[in-house]
Structure formats: C-alpha cells, structure tokens
C-alpha cells in the first residue's frame, strides 16, 4: 500500500518544507541510547516529561506509518523512528501482555497512575510498525515476538481491563491521567476498537492464525457494534459511563474520540453534535482555541497545571475535523491560533495559560500544596507506588513551573490578563498533530476504520 496520488500534490515545495520542519522538532525530542536505540520522548529530555509515553508515541505511530510509505523526503527517517518506536514497546512489555503509563530510557517503568489504556497504545505502535515494514517490503526481525507481544498485550487488556457484562473496557484514569475519567470513558474504548481494528488487519496482511487467536479477532465486531450504540446520547457522544451507570454528558476534547480513532465515516452525525458541543463550551474567550475540559479547579479531579487554558494537540485535532469535514476556512482560522503561538523556532507548546491565571494558579494551587494533592490522589496511583517516583515527578512539575515563571511568561498589555505563559514547549504530540491536520487540509490523511 502506498500513497502515490498524495505524493503528486505533496510535491509542492512549501507543503513539504513544512511538514519536514515539524518532523525535524519531531525528531528533536527523541534520545539516541548508548546501545543505539532512538526513543521517542514526549518532550525534550530536560522537560517535565522526559519519558516515553505509550499514548504520545502511538498517536505519533499513525502520522509516522504515513509518512513512512508517502513517497517524501522524510519516508525513511519516518520509518525508523517508526521501527524504534515498535522496538522500545517491544522490550519494556511485560511477559503477561502489561504496558505501563510511561518508561525511562532504560526501560525501566516510570508509571505513575493506574492507566487502562497504555494497552490499546501498545497495539496501535506495533500493529502500525507491522503493517508499514510490510507495505515497505520491509525485512520484520523478530517477527514472530512483535506476534505474540501483539496476543499477549491483547490477552492481558480482554483479562484485566474488558468488562464482559457491559461489553466495554473499563478505565481509573486514561488521557487526562485523573479520575476524571474513571468508569468506562468515550477515550479509551475507542482506543481498543481502533487498537483491535489493527491487530485485525495484522492478522489479515501477514498471515497470523496460529499466534493471534481466533477470539481476538472474533473480539471486535461485536465490542463495535455495543460501542458504537452504548456511547451515545441525546444524538451526540458521552465522555464517560461511570462506574455507577450515569451518564457524564460534560465536554471534553474526548468526545472526537471516533474520528481521532479513524471511526469518523461511520459517526458523522454524532460527530457533528458532539464537536458544535465542545466548541462552544470549551472555547477559550481570552486566548482562543480549546481546553481539554471545563476547568472547575475546586473539583479534585479537575488538573490545571499551570493555569487553565487552552491546548494545542486538541485544538489541532478540531482543526483536522473541519478540514475532514471541508470546512477548510475553520480549520485555517484554528491552525492561525496555533501559528500565532509558536516561539521563534516554530515549536509548539503542550498549553498555554494567562499570566493572572498561572499567578493564580501558584498561589491557590501550588503553593497549598492542592496541585500535589490533586496529581498524587492516592485513589488514582498504581498500587505499592515507591514514594522515590511521587518525588521524582513532584520535582519535575516544580522545575517546569519554575520555567515558566522565569523564562515562558509572554507579557502582554493588550491582553485583559496581562500576556500568556507557555507550558513544555516544543511538546512532540502537538507537532505530530499539526502535522496531521496540514496533511487533512490537503485531502492526503486518510480517516477509514482499516
């Protein structure tokens, strides 16, 4: 499978110059091991993310798998970073199918939260590494272990995470990493229906009956069909179930779950509903562009980390739904909020907040000690978590709103709250995700349920 009618549009000079420039910032945030390893952090090594991250790296894997078989300059580049990607899951997987929140360079699992999702993640990395070496006519070492991690991950997710009375896989905490999301959330099932969609097509393309068995890929169809009737209310999609059954009709960037999980063909109309609901009631009125979710600080499972304010990834993710949509000249007038953020290299942050807010935020947050009780909920934490961990990151969050304070505040006086800050910057997730909404805008990203 290749993409040779992109390539001829893709062939205009400033299209490609771009899309290299981001991939290049891409790039900047991986680390090359002494063993020659190159892994693909969410941040640069000195943020307050210097981890790998499964979910980051998977949203990366698909715009990488592209790339990979585009015909661009950055083809081949795309497709190690790809194999490499696929390579560090394959090694820090456990034996019984589990993959953990995030991990050092050494492989050693940096996990903080009880985090249901990193399965789906690991699926979605290794089945789009398969599936691009093989469109590549690429030599698979170890194929048959990327195999069985891929059954083993699968085994582990249907045993551990699957309710099977309500047909869904249930979650403590998942994107947002709090309880915001605990019950059975809109993200992360549709997360393992894309991840199981994958494996699928594993199977199909390189002939793997006898390593993938029969009741995963007989798994699917029926988990779609419940999701695709289930997660759904009023003629739009719910952010969660809870634990309870009731219903969580508030906003939240995750309700473009199907069509960030390539499911957008099949839920147009949902889709409509749900992202004219989350424009609205997220739209930032200070800054533009939109928050993760409304950001009630005095609820415990509510993060500002910061400040409160709007996110890039995200609203680049909005920005591909119109261009998906052909509603290109909303999807322009996101991608000029975005551009008008960048710093003078051309990166992007992970968020940004006011200046009053993130002074805010220090004093009735940080400062109380709120912000540590609200990120280390012990509710929320793995089990038995080594106190070294909960300081390891505590400083980390310190250090990064230290440089904030110091060197990421953009005065402003034209602004109400007195200029912006930026928040981990260049962030490699929301590179991968401008990149991908150029690529919508162009008609070249395919959005399909294969």
């Known amino acids: 499978m290749t993409h040779s009618e992109p390539d001829k549009q893709l062939s205009q000079k400033d299209i490609n110059n771009e899309l290299e420039a ?22 640069r090594p000195e943020s307050r993310y210097p981890y790998f991250y499964p979910r980051d790296a998977a949203c990366a894997s698909g715009l990488l798998a592209y790339l990979s078989t585009s015909g661009l300059s950055i083809a081949d580049d795309a497709y190690e970073l790809l194999k490499t990607i696929a390579g560090f899951v394959l090694k820090v997987l456990g034996d019984d199918g589990h993959l953990g929140q995030r991990y050092a360079l050494s492989g050693e699992e940096k996990s903080i939260y009880k985090q249901e999702d990193n399965n789906a993640h690991g699926l979605i990395i290794l089945s789009n590494y398969l599936l691009t070496a093989e469109a590549r006519g690429e030599n698979i070492q170890d194929i048959d272990k990327f195999l069985l991690s891929i059954n083993n991950a699968s085994q582990y997710a249907l045993k551990n995470y699957y309710r099977p009375e309500i047909n869904l896989f249930h979650s403590t905490t998942s994107i947002h990493e709090s309880a915001l999301e605990e019950g059975f959330s809109c993200w992360t099932n549709f997360a393992y229906l894309r991840a199981f969609t994958l494996v699928s097509k594993v199977n199909d393309e390189l002939d793997a009956p006898d390593i993938i068995p029969d009741r995963i890929l007989t798994f699917k169809s029926a988990f779609k069909h419940n999701l695709f009737s289930i997660m759904v209310a009023n003629k739009r999609f719910l952010r969660r179930i809870d634990e309870k059954g009731n219903y969580d009709f508030k906003p939240d960037f995750t309700l473009l779950s199907p069509f960030y999980f390539q499911f957008g063909n099949e839920t147009k109309d949902y889709l409509d509903n749900s992202v004219n609901f989350l424009e609205r009631q997220l739209w930032d009125p200070e800054l533009g562009m939109i928050q993760r979710y409304l950001p009630f600080s005095g609820d415990m499972e509510i993060h500002t980390h910061a400040g409160n304010g ?10 591909q739904y119109h261009y998906w949509c052909k509603n290109v000249k909303r999807g322009d007038e996101l991608m000029n909020l975005i551009d008008g953020y960048k710093n003078e290299k051309g990166e992007i942050p992970e968020h940004i907040s006011t200046c009053k807010r993130f002074d805010a935020f220090m004093e009735s947050e940080w400062k109380t000690g709120l912000d540590f009780a609200k990120e280390f909920d012990k509710h929320i934490l793995q089990d038995d978590l080594d106190f070294d961990k909960i300081l390891e990151e505590a400083n980390n969050m310190q250090r990064a709103y230290n440089e904030v304070a110091d060197r990421c ?9 007195g200029g912006y ?3 981990v910057t260049p962030l490699m997730w929301s590179h991968v995700e401008y990149m991908k909404a150029l690529l ?6 395919p959005n399909n349920n294969i």
């Open 409 to 417: 505040m953009i005065p402003d006086v034209t602004m109400e709250e």
């Open 310 to 319: 709007p996110w890039f990834q995200y609203t680049a993710i909005l920005a």
């Open 22 to 43: 981001h991939f290049r910032i891409i790039q900047s945030c991986s680390v090359k091991t002494d063993d020659g390893e190159r892994i693909l952090l969410a941040a």
């Open 440 to 445: 919508y805008k162009h008609g070249l990203y």
């Open 421 to 423: 800050v930026m928040f």
